[in-house]
């Protein structure tokens, strides 16, 4: 079992940065990959950016690609979602995920851990 707790959100305006982090319970972390996704009010769960256990391979969706960067700690059983030059489309309820797994995954249904979630607003 891994609990996840995601930090961070909060208003911003947009050209802002916020730094998203997700806290994991357990003493293997290490075995997880980690994904952030989002949901915006009447959309599907995406995800924006994914990161193997190692921290060597790398997703990230088109839509936030040289603008946000993933990356953990395995030591302090940390994932962070830093955010740059966010935009009113980025404003959706930011959600940490993690599956058992030596691979990476941009799928909702294959994560099995979730985070409660954390806003994201992005003020024009």
């Known amino acids: 079992q891994v609990q996840l707790i995601e930090s961070g959100g909060g208003l911003v305006q947009a050209g802002g940065s916020l730094r998203l982090s997700c806290a994991a319970s357990?003493?293997?972390?290490?075995?997880?990959?980690m994904g952030w996704f989002r949901q915006a009010p009447g959309k599907e769960r995406e995800c924006v950016a994914a990161?193997?256990?190692?921290?060597?391979?790398?997703y990230y969706a088109d839509s936030v690609k040289g603008r946000f960067t993933i990356s953990r700690d395995n030591a302090k059983n940390t994932v962070a979602l830093q955010m740059n030059s966010l935009k009113p489309e980025d404003t959706a309820v930011y959600y940490c995920?993690?599956?058992?797994?030596?691979?990476?995954?941009?799928?909702?249904?294959?994560?099995?851990?979730w985070g409660q979630g954390i806003q994201v607003t992005v003020s024009s």
């Open positions: 995920a993690a599956k058992e797994t030596l691979y990476i995954f941009h799928v909702a249904s294959e994560y099995d851990y």
């Open positions: 357990g003493r293997t972390f290490n075995r997880y990959a």
């Open positions: 990161i193997s256990r190692s921290g060597i391979n790398i």
